[in-house]
């Protein structure tokens, strides 16, 4: 038997063409997906790497907010510990300081000299007494003068007073009170 081919060969190869340019299509689009869902997992993995890696971090970073509350806890509990310290050293000074001005003071009066009143202000100290003579005055002030306590000794007022029948010297000093340098 004879075959006749009655369709036109350029018929026939048009359409062939057309269905390896479809199957090209195809198969492109296949590749395309299968190449667009591989970049999605893989996306998606690396989504999911930096997802881990925030969560570490900010596990890290409460860790270190907490660090951080304790240090500035350990820093008010030093400023406070060194306000303390310094209360204390202003406490200790003036302990001491008042016990060693009057025994500078004792150690300067000189025989026949009365102090009746002392006061201490801040640094100025404030003294009125009574005496036999202006000299014996000087005297005091010069021996004040000499201590390592007391500078600036000034003579406020001497005036002649008459006390159970005698007559005495009332006068009155300023002077400026320091603690002096400590030896080492």
Not at 35 to 49: L, P, V
Not at 127 to 145: D, H, T, Y
């Amino acid at each position: 038997m004879i075959r006749i081919n009655l369709l036109p060969v350029r018929a026939a190869q048009r359409k062939e063409k057309i269905r390896t340019q479809v199957s090209v299509l195809c198969l492109g689009i296949v590749l395309v997906c299968v190449g667009c869902g591989a970049e999605y997992i893989r996306m998606g993995s690396k989504i999911d790497d930096k997802a881990a890696e925030i969560s570490v971090i900010e596990q890290e970073n409460n860790q270190l907010k907490k660090k951080i509350g304790e240090v500035s806890r350990y820093k008010k509990l030093q400023a406070d510990l060194k306000k303390k310290l310094d209360i204390l050293n202003v406490l200790k000074e003036g302990k001491s300081g008042p016990v060693h001005l009057l025994n500078e003071l004792s150690l300067a009066l000189p025989d026949k000299l009365w102090i009746v009143d002392f006061s201490v202000s801040g640094t100025t100290a404030s003294l009125k007494g009574l005496c036999f003579s202006e000299k014996i005055v000087a005297s005091f002030m010069r021996n004040l003068e000499k201590s390592p306590y007391y500078r600036n000794v000034e003579l406020g007022v001497t005036e002649q007073a008459n006390v159970s029948g005698v007559k005495l010297q009332r006068f009155a000093l300023t002077c400026q009170t320091e603690k002096p340098a400590e030896k080492r």
